[in-house]
């Protein structure tokens, strides 16, 4: 059964890579593209059947906004989201922004197949034990503090949080890798994305933003601070 679709993922080559190989398997592929700003008008545009929109931070703010534009303007477009092992709150975050489904990015391609079907035939496509998961948020939510450190500690890995300190330290791209033990590109990269996440343009303000919120003291006493201790004992003295 050929399948209309569009593949949208966070990495380009991930996309690319995916469309290929449901090309072999004879669906109609349309566009494969990464989710910058146009992607969801591209596949509004298009309108395929299918679109397989991929992300690897389901549970960031905003992160299914394109989904919600996309089933509004393309009520007929079904969207199933590609992405890592979500917290319940991540997965119902995708349903409420009207996606027809979920599925791990490392399921085998005959389940993004039968993924692909489920949704087009109107069906949820998603494994029972994340939707009993998601399920299980929805009715016995958590309650948390509305603090933004907290919610701005989440958004980060390990290693980004790291990251942020050496930054509102002063440290530069190379001190930052040698502290790190990596390449400057990587640590360059985890800069970027540090940057991206905490949604500002400059390390000045990512470290002005760490400490009025007091991100850098959670980081500290979190999941940050073994990682950089670590990172640390084994660097140079």
């Known amino acids: 059964m050929t399948v209309r679709l569009m593949v949208v993922d966070d990495h380009r080559l991930h996309a690319e890579a995916l469309a290929s190989?449901?090309?072999?398997?004879?669906?109609?592929?349309l566009a494969a593209a990464a989710p910058a700003a146009g992607a969801a008008?591209?596949?509004?545009?298009?309108?395929?059947?299918?679109?397989?929109?991929?992300?690897?931070?389901?549970?960031e703010p905003g992160a299914f906004d394109p989904?919600?534009?996309?089933?509004?303007?393309?009520?007929?477009?079904?969207v199933?989201?590609?992405?890592?092992?979500?917290?319940?709150?991540?997965?119902?975050?995708?349903?409420?922004?009207?996606?027809?489904?979920?599925?791990?990015?490392?399921?085998?391609?005959?389940?993004?197949?039968?993924?692909?079907?489920?949704?087009?035939?109107?069906?949820?496509?998603?494994?029972p034990q994340l939707l009993r998961g998601a399920f299980a948020e929805l009715l016995n939510p958590r309650t948390e503090p509305d603090d933004e450190g907290v919610r701005l500690l989440r958004m980060l890995t390990p290693?980004?949080?790291?990251?942020?300190?050496?930054?509102?330290?002063?440290?530069?791209?190379?001190?930052?890798?040698?502290?790190?033990?990596?390449?400057?590109?990587?640590?360059?990269?985890?800069?970027?994305?540090?940057l991206m996440k905490l949604g500002v343009g400059s390390r000045l303000e990512a470290a002005a933003l760490a400490a009025r919120t007091g991100l850098l003291d959670r980081v500290a006493g979190g999941h940050g601070g073994?990682?950089?201790?670590?990172?640390?004992?084994?660097?140079?003295?």
């Open 21 to 29: 190989a449901l090309k072999l398997r004879g669906h109609r592929v």
């Open 41 to 59: 008008e591209l596949v509004v545009s298009r309108a395929p059947e299918v679109c397989l929109w991929g992300t690897a931070s389901p549970a």
């Open 67 to 78: 989904v919600a534009r996309i089933r509004r303007e393309r009520p007929q477009t079904a």
């Open 80 to 127: 199933v989201v590609l992405g890592p092992v979500p917290s319940p709150r991540g997965i119902a975050a995708a349903f409420a922004a009207g996606a027809s489904g979920y599925i791990r990015h490392d399921e085998r391609i005959e389940g993004v197949e039968r993924g692909m079907a489920r949704a087009r035939a109107g069906e949820a496509a998603v494994a």
């Open 159 to 194: 290693r980004e949080a790291e990251v942020l300190v050496r930054v509102a330290e002063g440290e530069d791209t190379r001190a930052i890798a040698v502290g790190m033990g990596v390449a400057p590109s990587t640590a360059r990269t985890h800069v970027q994305r540090v």
């Open 226 to 237: 073994a990682d950089r201790g670590a990172d640390r004992g084994a660097g140079p003295g």
